[in-house]
């Protein structure tokens, strides 16, 4: 169940990321090819703010999702992860449903941080994307809360701030704990994942109130109206929350 966060975090939450909400999400896959490989896993994490700006790792809404209709299954891949798409005691259910369970929980953090939509963040964040947004199409998804192409990517973000660009590696270079036996479940790689670009964007904080002066002094308090309504028209799934600043 979501908290309701600090008044002084919500105001803060909405300004950080331009109206976007940050939610680490990770999918396991039947193979690399997103039109036409199965979605076995999908989990999306919570990024939460206090009232000092700090972020920190959310709830977890993970599930195992059965193979679509044509689904290929690609034995190399799911030697990797593990998944045995049709054991009889696997808990999965149709995409649709996983997705839609997925989006209420993610649409009810951007409402309660005052945000205009989510954004994805993910360790080499646009096959997930790649991934989410073909079964949103191929289940006809309503209201989906994320952008449809932007992204922020933890491999790029460990990379420049530490060294590494595997996630287990910047894991432990960033002194967190990492457990092999648990990787490769979408769960366990997004809550990682989730990790990673807090403890960046932490450290970063400093930088960001420096941008933030900056960009006041420019006159930047705002997304224009008009840049706003260049962005994708399906985006627009509900409104934005009234007296939103952007």
């Not at 590494?164 to 990492?178: D, H, I, M, P, S």
Request: charged content about 25%; some cysteine; glycine content about 6%.
């Amino acid at each position: 169940m979501l908290m309701t966060p600090p008044h002084e975090a919500v105001a803060l939450m909405a300004r950080r990321f331009r109206g976007f909400l940050p939610v680490s999400v990770d999918v396991e896959t039947g193979g690399f090819r997103a039109a036409t490989d199965a979605l076995l896993e999908v989990a999306a994490v919570l990024i939460d703010m206090d009232a000092d700006g700090k972020l920190t790792r959310g709830a977890t809404h993970s599930y195992h999702v059965k193979p679509f209709e044509g689904a290929r299954l690609d034995p190399a891949s799911l030697s990797i992860t593990g998944i045995d798409p049709h054991h009889p005691l696997r808990p999965a259910l149709p995409e649709g449903d996983a997705l839609q369970r997925i989006f209420r929980e993610v649409r009810h953090a951007v409402r309660a941080y005052n945000c205009r939509r989510a954004i994805l963040v993910g360790h080499n964040a646009a096959f997930d994307l790649a991934f989410l947004n073909a079964a949103v199409t191929r289940a006809d998804v309503k209201r989906n809360p994320f952008h449809p192409f932007s992204c922020f990517d933890t491999a790029t973000l460990a990379g420049a701030a530490l060294g590494q660009t595997v996630l287990a590696k910047a894991v432990t270079v960033a002194g967190l704990e990492w457990d092999p036996s648990s990787a490769h479940c979408a769960a366990y790689d997004a809550e990682r994942s989730a990790d990673i670009f807090c403890l960046i964007c932490n450290r970063f904080r400093d930088s960001y109130r420096e941008a933030e002066e900056r960009a006041r002094a420019l006159g930047w308090l705002s997304v224009p109206a008009t840049e706003a309504a260049t962005e994708d028209p399906q985006m627009e799934t509900e409104p934005p929350p009234p007296g939103l600043d952007i």
